[in-house]
């Protein structure tokens, strides 16, 4: 039953909001006064001079103020009660005065008392619809609080997730370095040690380029560990192009001192930010791969230039060109088909450097120049670095 | 000199010790191996060796805490770190401090033992020197006179901006020893001058090597130690 008379006061209420504020309030005033004189119209016909009008009226005066908003309604309806009360059920009937005794004090404490419970209906309104938006405001709190901690939590799962895969790298690459450095370097001791017999020497010769192969494998690794999926930031840095480039050409000819590799130079300065290391790395692989790939080894060059607001750097040789797939998975940007002979440690390299370059923001092309040879063109954004 | 030229090796791995130390043999040097940081300071104490070789990755002790007590005594010696090639800031402050020059993990033997000629080399310079400066340097074909404030290059003089002339100044007084961006940014700058950025030293740098048509795959005079500094090439 109450449950009913709850739903009932809900539906009522939502209903009621739907109407716009002032003459919802206008009709609740006007409905309830006009119940009030109905119940005091009835009643002083069983009682008579002895009526209890009054009583009546500041019920009404009470509900009004309960229902509407703002002290308006309840005050207003308070003294059109008195007045009401005054003309209609009080004699002299049908006319306003204040000439018994007592008519004024009684008119004056009704709308005292209405003016009151108004007042009081208003606060406790007012206290309830605070407790209200307090209970939703604390409870919004306590959600963005949840949400908060969870992130924060996840931050910092992160956060540490990319410090050990920090250091797991920084032990890996230290772990892989130190005995690569060990073995290549015995070997060339060994290689220049006169106790070595020719046939050994050849064996040597052997056991010193595959582990300088596996040094720029590992390289490639931990290049392509640290960039790949992205949690890592680049370690931008603003950089003369040129002098990246001749660092990776000086690296080269030092595995490869047989090979001719030329360095054109642009008359403009290059100057933009990139990881300088990995970048590096980039020039490193497209040399060697033009080395050891193209099956001319004499004709390599590589060029810098600029186009629009890209640098732009070109590994070019005359060798044989490349095959149709490993043209295909440069241009589709997949990863390179890493079996068949035909690309023998030449995916890994040119994977390695297109997911560096993409992280740069820049292009990675390859093509056959009609005339022989390939060409491979890698340009970075020069990010507003104006010179 | 009759006397061997004595290296002292701090390196904490066996195999890399054990190949350098054979290479400088071969190469007619006395190799003196520690395995550790203190080990390597009292071996510095007791046989005064003529270089250096630092690994900054020990497991006792920092690398740079051995190169501020090395720096710290009466008897200098050049020290050339080993490190690994990510780790640039370690570098630099090595340099900062005093190393003369720094090799790169992977390195090779024919390398280190280029550095380490070039850095002998230097330190005989310095003591032949005894503090007095020397008015003209003199690299290839490259002939730097500082009190005509010329440069010619195979007989031909090069014009250079003032700016461009101190860093070249700068690079042949210390010619063989790698100097970080920062210590010529205060040299030729101030203390503020590069204000955070050393764009302008790169740019001078460029222009230099324009002018004195210097390939950076080929260096001639200048080699540029990619995102460190450069050193001037003294033979």
């Known amino acids: ?387 | 000199m009759n006397e061997k030229q004595t290296i002292l090796i701090i390196e904490d791995d066996k195999a890399i010790s054990n190949f350098i130390s054979r290479a400088l043999t071969a190469s007619d040097y006395r190799a003196i191996p520690a395995g550790t940081g203190r080990e390597g300071l009292s071996l510095f104490f007791s046989h005064g060796p003529d270089l250096v070789l630092l690994d900054l990755g020990l497991p006792d002790m920092d690398g740079l805490e051995i190169l501020s007590q090395l720096r710290g005594l009466p008897r200098e010696a050049p020290v050339i770190i080993i490190s690994a090639r990510d780790r640039e800031a370690e570098k630099v402050r090595a340099l900062d401090m005093g190393a003369d020059d720094y090799v790169v993990k992977p390195f090779g033997v024919s390398e280190l033992l280029a550095r380490i000629r070039s850095a002998l080399r230097r330190a005989d310079r310095l003591k032949l020197s005894q503090g007095i400066q020397r008015t003209v340097y003199q690299i290839k074909d490259l002939t730097i006179d500082l009190s005509k404030h010329q440069v010619l290059l195979g007989g031909e003089e090069i014009h250079f901006t003032q700016n461009e002339f101190k860093i070249i100044e700068l690079l042949a007084i210390h010619a063989g020893k790698v100097l970080t961006y920062d210590f010529i940014l205060e040299h030729i700058w101030g203390p503020y001058g590069g204000s955070g950025s050393n764009q302008i030293l790169r740019v001078n740098m460029a222009n230099i090597r324009r002018k004195l048509k210097e390939n950076p795959s080929e260096p001639k005079y200048i080699h540029t130690e990619l995102g460190i500094g450069y050193r001037m090439l003294d033979d």
């Open chain 1, 1 to 387: 039953m109450f449950r009913y008379f709850q739903d009932l006061y809900h539906w009522v209420d939502i209903q009621g909001h739907r109407i716009p504020a002032v003459p919802r309030n206008l009709g609740i005033t006007a409905l309830f006064l006009c119940a009030a004189y109905c119940a005091s119209g009835i009643l002083i016909t069983h009682t008579g001079g002895e009526n209890n009008s009054a009583l009546v009226f500041v019920l009404a005066v009470a509900l009004i103020s309960l229902l509407t908003s703002g002290y308006f309604y309840g005050i207003a309806a308070s003294i059109i009660g008195a007045l009401c009360i005054n003309v209609y059920f009080m004699e002299p009937y049908e006319a306003f005065s204040l000439s018994r005794t007592g008519y004024p004090v009684a008119m004056l404490s009704m709308v005292a008392i209405s003016c009151v419970i108004c007042a009081l209906t208003a606060r406790v309104k007012k206290q309830a619809t605070e407790a209200v938006r307090r209970e939703k405001k604390a409870k919004a709190l306590y959600e963005q609080n949840e949400k908060l901690n969870a992130e924060k939590a996840a931050i910092q799962l992160e956060s540490e997730r990319v410090a050990i895969r920090e250091s797991i790298l920084r032990a890996v690459s230290h772990d892989l370095r130190t005995p690569l450095t060990a073995i290549s370097g015995t070997v060339s001791v060994l290689l220049e040690s006169p106790e070595v017999s020719p046939k050994n020497v050849a064996m040597l010769n052997d056991i010193k380029q595959d582990a300088d192969s596996l040094i720029i494998m590992v390289e490639n690794l931990l290049s392509v560990t640290r960039i790949q999926d992205g949690t890592m930031p680049l370690k931008k840095r603003e950089e003369m192009l040129e002098e990246v480039a001749g660092d990776a050409l000086l690296t080269t000819r030092r595995r490869f001192p047989d090979c001719r590799v030329d360095l054109e130079l642009p008359e403009d300065i290059l100057y933009l930010p990139m990881d300088s290391l990995l970048v590096r790395q980039v020039m490193i692989n497209l040399l060697e791969n033009a080395i050891r790939h193209s099956g001319d080894s004499s004709h390599i060059c590589m060029r810098l230039y600029r186009r629009e607001d890209r640098a732009v750097v070109e590994v070019r040789d005359r060798g044989r060109g490349l095959s149709p797939e490993v043209l295909q998975a440069v241009r589709s940007g997949e990863a390179m088909p890493l079996n068949g002979d035909a690309t023998r440690g030449m995916g890994i390299g040119l994977s390695v450097c297109q997911s560096i370059i993409k992280a740069h923001g820049g292009f990675f092309t390859a093509e056959n120049d009609p005339s022989g040879g390939a060409v491979f063109r890698f340009g970075l954004p020069t990010e507003g670095a104006q010179l």
